[in-house]
């Protein structure tokens, strides 16, 4: 089945500064592969998905890229604030439904 | 709209005992999956169900089950509890399968004694 490694598991950057979050999947045939945020005690929410057919993504300060060939996709978050401090898990996932395998989350702190 | 809703929030059960974990999808949402959380092992997929019918299934032993009703609410049941069962369950709607963002609730919090 799928497997989806994160890397790294915790990130402290400056306030300011970019982060980067990177993962990688073990089957091919994943084509969908969101992002999904995680503030202490909430629940996890979504902040960007890619699909397999684009290579690039980008939503105001955040972007996704997918490589598909090296089976890796990474969350770029730039211009990094106090509140981008939060879990982040990315995901892949067969599109014959929503079953989602995680990566084990990249806990990320923004200090000012 | 309301948010995905589960029920109950905390849940203190002992060791043997069996447990039913509710979830009330937003309204319209047909497909509803099933996470587990715990601190070392991050969000782990339980199952996922789409018109009362169960479309996928994770690794997990045949003690952690599942249904669907007509109206898309969802029911999980674990059996025997053991030690290790103890966590975060987050249950997730989505409008339709595949390619539809998760909406997840706020969780139940299994605690096994």
């Known amino acids: 089945g799928e497997n989806v490694e994160q890397h790294p598991s915790t990130l402290s950057v400056q306030e300011g500064d970019s982060a980067v979050i990177k993962c990688t999947y073990s089957d091919s045939a994943s084509n969908y592969f969101p992002w999904y945020k995680q503030e202490l005690g909430k629940r996890p929410q979504l902040i960007i998905d890619i699909r397999s057919n684009v290579g690039e993504k980008k939503d105001q300060r955040i972007a996704v890229t997918l490589n598909k060939t090296a089976k890796h996709f990474s969350l770029h978050i730039t211009e990094t604030q106090p509140e981008d401090s939060a879990v982040y898990f990315c995901?892949?996932?067969?599109?014959?439904?929503?079953?989602?395998?995680f990566g084990k989350g990249t806990t990320l702190s923004v200090s000012s | 709209k309301a948010g995905v809703t589960q029920t109950p929030r905390y849940l203190i059960k002992t060791r043997g005992q069996q447990v039913t974990l509710s979830c009330s999808p937003i309204?319209?949402?047909?497909?509803v999956s099933w996470y587990q959380q715990t601190p070392g092992q991050g969000l782990q997929f339980l199952f996922e169900y789409f018109s009362e019918t169960q479309r996928n299934k994770g690794n997990f032993p045949g003690r952690f089950s599942g249904r669907q009703f007509s109206n898309s609410r969802s029911e999980m049941n674990v059996s025997t509890l053991e030690l290790g069962d103890s966590a975060l369950y987050l249950c997730?709607?989505?409008?339709?399968?595949?390619?539809?963002?998760?909406?997840f609730g706020n969780g139940t919090r299994l605690t096994v004694t």
């Open positions: 995901a892949a996932s067969i599109v014959t439904g929503t079953a989602l395998i």
């Open positions: 997730a709607s989505s409008l339709v399968t595949g390619y539809s963002p998760l909406h």
């Open positions: 309204s319209g949402h047909r497909s």
